[in-house]
């Protein structure tokens, strides 16, 4: 997955900042046991300087011992250090790692690198910082498809199957998530309130963000609330820019607004992400028929010419929720 500049820079100072604490907090509690028992001091001066020591070791040509039998004497003086410093520690209260660094990722101690490769701690970094990236365009909260339950919605034969219906719609959205890419359609969510149309969008969002695309998941009354003050310039920014931008815009709630001075904006979006063949989602309270009554000719010819149409059933969740609490 490709990650922004952003998402790098914010993954590296996080690293940093991990390793910075780590090392800060060994040092308080190396000071805090070395006040008690000096002699810690001597042996911490002895085990750092191992490195320095081997290097001599190898280069020296002086001394009767031949540098594979120096070497093995400063790695016996190394591990003695080490043994007596778990001893001190031990005999004044201590546990005996209790100087070691506790770095937050034990395999790279927080460099963000292993051998020269990208650490599994980096990655997740870079994850979580790209996922907060592509969120903040999305105004609803996100979940996952696990979250949805079929179980508050009646079972019946026929078209009185909401259970069934609503298996179907989901597996449906699920399958969309996961295959999402530039030629996928635009869903147009239909039924009433309460339905589990916005809960299902969201994870739809969140999936698609995970696999690395952007996505804008706005309220429509919103949507046309900022276009229409950035139009009026009582206020900053390019709405209609940033929608046409996402691979995926999704309007929740259209009806919702008042009157018909934004019926040019959501002609316009509509528009201009069927001409730039990016997929929307968009979902209503209303009927076919109250959408009918309350929107011009060109742009039910839209949402229905150009969505597939998802209808859903049954009863309002909330009040499901709220007779079994």
Do not use: W
């Not at 490195?51 to 004497?73: G, P, R, Y």
């Amino acid at each position: 997955m490709k990650y922004s500049n952003n998402a790098y820079l914010k993954a590296e100072n996080e690293l940093i900042k991990r390793k910075n604490a780590a090392e800060s907090e060994q040092m308080m509690r190396f000071r805090e046991v070395s006040s008690i028992e000096p002699e810690l001091v001597d042996l911490d001066r002895q085990i750092k300087s191992v490195n320095f020591d081997l290097l001599k070791a190898i280069t020296n040509k002086t001394s009767d011992k031949t540098s594979s039998e120096l070497v093995m004497q400063i790695k016996n003086n190394n591990q003695k250090a080490h043994q007596r410093k778990e001893q001190i520690l031990q005999k004044i209260g201590y546990p005996a790692d209790y100087l070691d660094t506790k770095y937050t990722c034990a395999d790279c101690l927080d460099t963000g690198y292993v051998d020269g490769k990208m650490c599994k701690c980096f990655e997740q970094l870079l994850r979580k910082f790209s996922f907060e990236e592509k969120t903040e365009k999305c105004d609803i909260a996100l979940h996952d498809f696990d979250e949805f339950k079929l179980d508050y919605y009646p079972s019946g034969s026929g078209k009185d199957d909401a259970r069934n219906q609503m298996s179907i719609i989901l597996n449906k959205c699920i399958s969309y998530a996961n295959s999402f890419g530039a030629k996928s359609l635009s869903l147009f969510m239909l039924g009433n309130t309460g339905l589990g149309k916005t809960f299902l969008c969201s994870c739809i969002a969140k999936r698609i963000i995970e696999n690395g695309y952007s996505v804008v998941f706005r309220s429509v009354l919103k949507v046309f609330e900022d276009a229409l003050a950035e139009h009026y310039g009582k206020r900053d920014g390019n709405t209609l820019e940033e929608l046409n931008n996402a691979d995926l815009v999704i309007l929740d709630d259209l009806g919702s607004e008042f009157g018909t001075q934004s019926d040019p904006i959501l002609y316009q979006i509509i528009n201009d992400r069927i001409n730039l063949c990016k997929p929307t989602i968009i979902t209503s309270n209303l009927s076919i028929q109250q959408l009918n009554k309350r929107y011009n000719e060109r742009i039910i010819s839209r949402l229905f010419g150009e969505f597939e149409l998802l209808p859903f059933v049954g009863n309002d969740i909330r009040v499901e929720k709220s007779r079994n609490s």
